[in-house]
């Protein structure tokens, strides 16, 4: 391939530069490790959903940092990039502490594929819920059982969907309390925390990634672009989410 041919390729996003000095970031994790004592505290069983992506690492480390009682699993949905399955590991080694894989029925997984084809979700809107709904949504709802508040990673910028995100809100389908608790951070934030406390970083983040979900539905962003563009990126902008967030 030509020199030329490789200049014409569109830049990929990259991890963001920031400004944000040690002290303010140091400032910002006070305040984030507090509320995670505070939830952990005003709960019996709390549990956090990680996919292991930079915002879920900022929330892993000050679960860690802070002492909150506070447990950790993913869902394994079966179609993870095969880095995110080493960085789980990587994670656990990290920090020694057990990530909790949650995996699919296989029969749910099987009359997904036998319905609509394993790749089925391509096709339609409601391929594409069905497969969410036996990958990640019925094994989210068994991992919530027995607890009374879990957390999430999304925060207020990423997404139209989430502009009015609050800290804390009723997840009405499961009867139980769940939190955001970098709701209000900045893109700009999230990698000062990281890169100032060395937390491990999903290696897809230096590939033009910014967000990380299954391998099929989620693909390298260029420069400028929206962070979740990469995600389920045949549809539009109000329906990137695969239900988990969904009141
Ligand atoms: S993100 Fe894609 S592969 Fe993963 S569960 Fe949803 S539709 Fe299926």
Redesign the pocket.
Known sequence: MSSSTLSNRPALWRIPAHQISANAIHAKAEILFERLKTIAQEHQDVRFATSLAAEDMVVTDAIIQSGAKISLFTLA?G?LHQETIEMTSQVEKHYGVAVLRVEPQASDVEAFVDKYGLNG?YDTEEA?KA??GA??IKPLNQALIGADAWLTGQRREQAVTRSDLPLREEDDARGIAKYNPLFEWTEAEVWAYLQNKNVPIHPLHFQGYPSI??E??TRAVKEGEDIRAGRWWWLQQDSKE?GLHVK
């Open positions: 949905t179609r979700f594409k497969c969410c990958r990640k979900g299954c099929p539905c695969c």
